[in-house]
């Protein structure tokens, strides 16, 4: 430890990534990236973009970004905040949304960079336990008394489990004095996105990410859908931090990829296809599997422990996502791969639990 770490450096626990090894023959289940390549149209403006122009800044605001985003949407240019990555629209919102003296409500199961923001900006934060199904519970929230602002993922991750809109509705009508967000970042594989409400409620945010279900985890571009001045909020905290986080390229190829519609549907349709083949595959080997509406899957074998399957895999170079923590720890995440990378999944997988037997 540095004696020249800041108190705050001192007491972070940082939020841990999944594995990205240099491992030839590798099949790469472990970080829901989309096992398709992005809208060629997308490809080609990046390409397009690669010119002169790069020695000029970008735009700072994003505009032309921010147009697309929404058109697509049907909602106004300031409604649309854009950051580096959906990690970093997040942590804005943290900063400039959801620091108060009352704390922040989220799942005790749930996407775990929430507590490092929490802890970077010194935010009081309260956990929510899911139910005994790994469903969000919203009169559990309701319930537990003043907040200074809610989030979670829909659906959630790493369970994959989604709340309907109606539910969200009911939250955000019964909770109007905090802010309510609202991280989308796997909604496009078969839940009901929330950016319809924007317009009723003005303490919804909504937030969106082009790493997965539009293929550009290599990218960096994520935006937030919200009323104008929780917009404008978030706008005075990245103008404080770093007015150009979309570069020239990711703007071009962002562009291009929210445009091109049809291929979101196409891909993303095939995966929440290839997702529900793995699924009844995955029962017949013996393994429970949380329903899902994301690109990705929560299973468990009742017999076979949760990090042996993983560390088992991994020795056959397939990576898959274990967490070692309360109430998950018997559990293995699995993005949705192409059909050849889940065949070869299951084929593994049935030749370690023969061989245990």
Request: proline share 6%; net charge neutral.
């Amino acid at each position: 430890m540095s004696r020249f770490w800041s108190k705050t450096v001192k007491g972070l626990t940082p939020y841990t990534p999944g594995e990205q090894p240099k491992i030839t023959n590798l099949i790469k289940l472990n970080t829901n990236e989309n096992p398709y390549g992005p809208s060629l149209k997308a490809i080609a403006a990046i390409a397009s973009a690669n010119n002169d122009s790069l020695r000029l800044y970008p735009p700072p605001d994003s505009e032309d970004l921010k147009a697309a985003i929404a058109t697509t949407y049907a909602l106004n240019p300031n409604q649309v905040f854009v950051g580096n990555g959906s990690d970093e629209v997040l942590a804005h919102i943290f900063q400039a949304l959801l620091k108060h003296e009352s704390p922040l409500l989220f799942p005790d199961i749930t996407y775990s960079f929430y507590p490092v923001y929490c802890k970077l900006y010194d935010i009081l934060f309260k956990l929510i336990p899911l139910d005994s199904g790994f469903s969000i519970q919203i009169e559990d929230f309701l319930n537990a008394g003043k907040n200074g602002g809610i989030i979670f993922p829909n659906p959630n991750a790493p369970t994959g489990l989604a709340l309907p809109l109606a539910a969200i509705r009911t939250l955000l009508e019964k909770n109007q004095n905090s802010v309510v967000v609202i991280d989308e970042a796997y909604v496009d594989f078969g839940t009901e996105s929330a950016t319809t409400l924007i317009t009723e409620f003005d303490n919804l945010i909504v937030t969106h990410s082009l790493s997965k279900s539009r293929a550009l985890a290599g990218l960096r571009i994520g935006y937030a859908m919200g009323h104008h001045e929780l917009i404008e909020g978030l706008e005075r905290v990245k103008n404080s931090f770093n007015s150009y986080p979309i570069d020239r390229l990711a703007s071009a190829g962002g562009i291009a990829a929210i445009k091109d519609e049809v291929y979101l549907k196409q891909i993303s349709l095939k995966i929440q296809s290839s997702r529900e083949k793995l699924v009844l595959a995955l029962q017949k080997l013996g393994f429970n599997t949380i329903p899902s509406t994301a690109n990705f899957i929560f299973t468990h074998h009742p017999i076979h422990d949760g990090k042996f399957l993983y560390q088992a895999l991994r020795d056959k170079n397939i990576l898959v996502r274990h967490f070692n923590l309360p109430r998950i720890d018997q559990y293995l995440r699995i993005t949705v791969g192409t059909d050849q990378e889940c065949e070869t999944l299951l084929l593994v997988l049935k030749e370690i639990l023969s061989s245990t037997n």
